[in-house]
């Protein structure tokens, strides 16, 4: 299964041969690699290299290394928490800009916007509603309702990325809705009158997405992310602004 590696690159060359032996199927989820001697032999490396490469396969989500009677490295079942670890460290850190997470989100919302479209049932469109009919009272109550709203916003389009039943786009949306909060915070300024336009598209979304209409309903999810993108780039030029007055 393995061959000796290379020796100008030994530790990324043991991390790729058993990645790759988990990736396509050689070694399957629950099996345990070789023993650590046998590792070092068929890898002609040391153990200081070897073990940092397990841990690094390890933080990737690929391997759970367990000690005991039983101890050894096993192989975990890959999911989509690995495919949105670095999405969330990068969101986080606010290394994205404005203009790139609108570009990206316009995209992936307007994807799955469709694809809620074209398959929401009866069920799906009530729980849409009861988010609709929430969000108006924290409309009508105004600003002091702010961080209510926008939780409900996320939830909105947390729900579509459900109902368009695809893990991928679900876990991507899941990374960005649980970090975007500190992109509002910091350039969305709390108005009820955002409140009342962000309230008109996403009901007028949800119209779209019962009429199993996917076109219509991707369109308006484009629209909606570059309504409050506009909205967040008004502010921070403003703010631009007055630091460079003082």
């Not at 070789?34 to 690929?62: D, N």
Request: positive net charge; contains cysteine.
């Amino acid at each position: 299964m393995f061959r000796q590696v290379k020796q100008n690159r030994v530790f990324q060359d043991v991390i790729e041969q058993i990645q790759e032996a988990i990736l396509n199927g050689k070694l399957s989820v629950g099996d345990k690699l070789p023993a650590e001697r046998k590792l070092k032999e068929t890898f002609q490396t040391s153990r200081g290299t070897l073990r940092e490469a397990l841990r690094v396969l390890e933080q990737k989500g690929l391997i759970e290394i367990r000690t005991g009677v039983n101890g050894g490295a096993y192989v975990k079942s890959i999911t989509t928490h690995q495919v949105s670890e670095s999405l969330d460290l990068l969101i986080k850190s606010q290394k994205v800009s404005l203009r790139e997470l609108a570009e990206f989100r316009e995209g992936v919302e307007g994807i799955v916007t469709s694809l809620a479209a074209g398959c929401a049932k009866r069920k799906d469109i009530a729980l849409l509603k009861d988010l609709l009919k929430e969000a108006g009272v924290y409309v009508a109550e105004g600003v002091a309702r702010w961080d209510d709203f926008i939780d409900n916003d996320n939830e909105f389009h947390l729900t579509l990325a459900e109902i368009a039943g695809n893990q991928v786009y679900k876990s991507v949306l899941q990374t960005v809705h649980h970090n975007i909060n500190k992109y509002y915070n910091q350039f969305l300024a709390k108005e009820k009158r955002i409140m009342k336009e962000n309230y008109a598209d996403l009901c007028e979304i949800a119209d779209a997405v019962s009429l199993g209409d996917s076109d219509t309903a991707a369109e308006l999810a484009r629209k909606h992310v570059r309504r409050f993108n506009t909205f967040m780039e008004n502010t921070r030029n403003r703010k631009k602004k007055r630091e460079k007055s003082i």
